[in-house]
């Protein structure tokens, strides 16, 4: 046989099964010796039509797409309205050397901060989440900044900036300095 008759015998035999009506019987009859090792019935295949599908599809993408503009819509609302904390006191302040830190709760006692007192006397104050993954903080007075341990993170002990990696800088905490004042009897003037 030449290769010439067998490509066409193999055309012929492809263009015959296309003029082939297939229908769900040929189909039984070809999986029925496997039917017993992987059951499924094709009746109940046949209850969800294509336009029941395509509705529930409609239906589930419209709730995921509501529920994710709700959220989105909260959120937009609870950004306009700005945030308020109490001023507290933080124990021990005024007792750290200069060139170390401390830690406090703030502004609520979940929340962990960090008070750095520079070499020089200042003082600042930071949230002591990493913007990155959230990792603790911690000063180091031989780099005189802020180091994260879990990327090698680094943000200024100043500012709060960041050296390197992390996304964004440390959440900054307003530090006021309380002053003692009086008022003279004599001279009726705050001193």
């Not at 296309?18 to 019987?25: Q, R, Y």
Request: proline share 6%; charged share 25%; with cysteine.
């Amino acid at each position: 046989m030449n290769s010439k008759t067998f490509h066409q015998e193999t055309i012929n035999k492809i263009l015959a099964a296309d003029n082939e009506i297939s229908d769900e019987v040929n189909v039984r009859s070809a999986s029925a010796p496997f039917q017993a090792e992987f059951p499924y019935e094709r009746d109940s295949e046949a209850q969800v039509t294509r336009r029941e599908f395509c509705n529930f599809l409609f239906l589930t993408s419209s709730a995921l797409f509501l529920g994710a503009a709700g959220f989105a819509g909260k959120s937009a609302y609870d950004a306009r309205s700005p945030k308020t904390f109490t001023p507290a006191k933080i124990d021990g302040a005024m007792t750290i050397e200069p060139g170390s830190a401390l830690n406090f709760a703030y502004p609520s006692e979940e929340d962990t901060a960090i008070l750095i007192r520079g070499t020089d006397g200042t003082y600042a104050a930071f949230g002591q989440k990493c913007t990155h993954l959230s990792c603790p903080v911690y000063y180091s007075q031989a780099n005189d900044r802020l180091e994260c341990p879990c990327h090698n993170g680094g943000f200024s002990s100043k500012t709060g900036e960041v050296l390197c990696p992390p996304p964004r800088p440390l959440d900054r905490i307003e530090l006021r300095r309380s002053m003692v004042r009086f008022c003279s009897q004599k001279r009726g003037a705050w001193q």
